[in-house]
């Protein structure tokens, strides 16, 4: 078996072991701390070997090794173990060897000095006033703990591993002085410990891009404050880019060519970069490749190779002609998409695309929606409310769904393609203002972490929109009409047995003048084989329905046909009203289907409860009928409807078809007041 030992520590070593590995060549990682260890998994052909070795010890490993080639992907800035390694290999003989040259930042930046070593840098430190946030590790606290004076201002970020914590104290430093992290941290993420700690100078190594040092210049920046940078050393130039010593160790290694590849992600932007989640802030720092819309790739440290393309039209012939690129390893691009990527995204579309393309594989990261932001702004939940989209649709699409959403919503959030949609929403509220009496408010969020404007308007004010900008607005209705509730289940999709059961016609038309509203509360009255309570449980999850059945084998039935909706709020109540409804929820709707001679009691418990009730009750005998119109005019009950339901249906006969009349229903409908009462109680 092949091997390769590398000496790294580093996202470069990193790579390499993990593309070698895949290749079913064996890797040796060597790195210096424990810490380092944790930073890449062992496996079959990755061997972890932790420790600092001087170059009789690295000459020991190279002669009980073997290798077949060695490379230093070292960080810049670790020239003992450089030396030593150049001294080892010079005294073990010819053997391949590579050293990575990791990519620097193009050229000096503004606002930055630059000081040739760390004791220059902590000797103009001296001169300075205010706190220090130093990031250049922990091998050179020393330097800049060694004066008590400049020790005190010292707030230094190192990596969580036991030898730099060792080392913090060792210098003095306490408690209050240590940030224990692990990068890679964005602009935001070092703007944010900037403003914790108070720091008026920034001090760095020049790490170059993978050092994350792009990420600190411009934090700084955005702070105010200037940026002290200790140059790597010149020596360290000496070497080769991460693609080519991976080209040359692919020869050197016999590797088969293998067709360009490409990994793209594609990524939630947020509202922009201000909004932005560490991991996708990682995935655009790790990408060689950017897609996005002009105003995501404007940051004026986004050095990458990159496209305002966001469609795929465009994307793919571009990435095709990457991979047509020989010899450029695998890429990694990024498409950056508005919001979040799961959220009236294009992201769908593109993924279906792109895993059509023989090289391209997808990964998808979240971002976070301008409805979430605006919701957190206004101290608002979004999980209550209805969500709409108008950005890219017709607006013979959206419109009547707007008018829907907001009628029965008391929060509907939109997102829009800014003013025009705006006012266009205006014009729709406002006629809903006139017609149905809406006192409506709306919260309109434009640039949200960007130039950010919260305004609260009312539909004429939206009418005249003019602010330019993403645009998303929280429209809130604080008395909604509730929405009815059709039914439509047919007959055939029941058990049935014995047990009678409401026809399907005769169901539908009582459920509809019973007018149930999402979230009610309803009591099935003699549900039989549980039919009405079924079909009303089925209408809104967030109904709760509640079937009273006295007899045995219509309870059984009953709760067969419950279980065989999958209905969880439905509930079999066994026992005769009213005494059966005695410690249940008070309810909004009653259906009643039989009363078993107790139409009056069932009645005055109803009553009892001083809450409006919408109620049905069928009858299918004149005694009935004129039962209820007795108890109708007795206790004053309001909103009657009676109605006599004739149902006749076709059955074949021979060769003929006849109408065959089944029995007629007589559908009494009545609300009882809250304020009705039992005259002579």
């Known amino acids: 078996m092949k091997k390769v030992i590398i000496f790294g520590g580093t996202t470069e070593g990193k790579i390499l072991a993990e593309e070698l590995s895949a290749h079913g060549i064996f890797c040796l990682y060597c790195v210096a701390t424990e810490y380092g260890r944790q930073q890449v998994e062992e496996s079959p052909y990755v061997r972890i070997r932790s420790g600092r070795m001087d170059e009789r010890e690295m000459f020991s490993l190279f002669r009980a090794e073997i290798p077949d080639a060695v490379v230093d992907a070292t960080h ?10 150049d001294n080892a290999l010079e005294n073990y003989g010819r053997i391949p060897f590579f050293r990575v040259l990791r990519e620097e930042e193009d050229g000096m930046q503004e606002g930055c000095r630059y000081f040739a070593s760390p ?4 000797k103009a430190l001296q001169h300075t006033k205010g706190r220090i946030f130093l990031t250049t590790g922990s091998k050179e606290l020393s330097v800049f703990c060694h004066s008590p004076a400049l020790r005190e201002r010292v707030v230094a970020r190192v990596i969580p591993g036991e030898e730099s914590l060792r080392s913090c104290s060792e210098n003095g430093l306490q408690g209050n002085q240590v940030i224990a992290m692990q990068g890679p941290f964005s602009t935001e993420m070092n703007l944010a410990f900037i403003k914790e700690t108070n720091a008026q100078i920034l001090v760095m190594k020049e790490g170059g891009r993978s050092g994350g040092e792009a990420e600190r210049i411009e934090a700084a920046k955005m702070a105010g404050i200037p940026c002290y940078i200790i140059k790597r050393p010149r020596e360290a130039l000496e070497g080769e880019s991460l693609s080519e010593v991976r080209e040359e160790l692919f020869q050197l290694l016999a590797i088969p060519g293998e067709p360009q590849r490409v990994h793209v992600t594609l990524a939630g932007f947020g509202m922009g970069y201000g909004s932005l989640t560490e991991e996708v802030s990682s995935c655009i720092r790790e990408a060689d490749i950017v897609f996005g819309a002009p105003r995501m790739l404007c940051d004026q440290n986004l050095h990458k190779e990159k496209y305002s393309y966001y469609l795929a039209k465009d994307i793919l012939p571009k990435l095709r002609e990457i991979m047509s690129r020989k010899d450029a390893g695998p890429q990694k691009a990024v498409v950056l998409f508005s919001g979040d990527t799961g959220f009236f995204s294009g992201t769908k579309k593109l993924k279906e695309a792109l895993e059509k393309e023989e090289g391209i594989s997808v990964t998808i990261l979240p971002g976070i929606s301008s409805v979430s932001a605006l919701a957190a702004k206004t ?19 959206w419109a009547s769904k707007l008018l829907s959403y907001v009628s029965h919503n008391k929060k509907v959030f939109v997102i829009t393609s800014g003013s025009q949609d705006v006012r266009k929403i205006g014009e729709l509220l406002d006629e809903l203002r006139t017609y149905k009496g809406f006192e409506l408010t709306i919260t309109a969020g434009v640039d949200l972490y960007g130039n950010e404007r919260i305004q609260n308007l009312n539909p004429e004010q939206c009418r005249s929109f003019e602010e330019e900008g993403l645009c998303t607005l929280l429209i809130r209705n604080p008395s909604p009409k509730k929405k009815r509730l059709p039914p439509g289940l047919s007959d055939g999709e029941f058990e ?29 009255i003699g549900s039989g084989s549980g039919s009405v309570a079924v079909e009303l449980g089925r209408l809104d999850p967030g109904m709760k329905v509640y079937a009273i ?11 067969r046909n419950i279980d065989g909706f999958g209905l969880k709020n ?7 009203a009213p005494e059966a409804l005695h410690g249940l929820p008070i309810p909004t709707h009653v259906f009643i289907g039989g009363s078993g001679g107790n139409l009056k009691e069932i009645l005055e418990t109803l009553i009892a409860y001083k809450k409006e009730i919408k109620v049905v009750v069928n009858a299918v005998t004149l005694e009935t009928v004129a039962r209820m119109q007795d108890l109708i005019q007795t206790y004053g009950f309001t909103q009657v409807d009676v109605v006599q339901l004739s149902i006749s249906k076709v059955k074949q006969v021979g060769d003929h078809h006849m109408l065959q009349g089944q029995n007629p229903v007589y559908i009494t409908t009545f609300t009882i007041p809250k304020d009705c009462s039992i005259k002579g109680k």
Request: charged content about 30%; hydrophobic content about 35%; aromatic content about 4%.
């Open 549 to 559: 059945e006295c007899d045995p084998i219509a309870c059984e039935l009953t709760q």
């Open 119 to 122: 004791e220059d840098c902590a």
């Open 76 to 85: 810049p800035f670790a020239q003992i173990v450089k030396k030593e390694l």
């Open 379 to 397: 101290g608002e939940s979004w999980e209550d409310g209805k969500l709409l989209s108008t950005h890219g649709v017709e607006e013979t699409d």
């Open 496 to 524: 049935r047995d014995q047990v009678p059961m409401s026809k399907e016609e005769v169901r539908a038309l009582s459920i509809c003048k019973l007018g149930v509203t999402e979230n009610a509360l309803c009591y099935d």
């Open 570 to 576: 439905v509930f079999l109540v066994k026992g005769k």
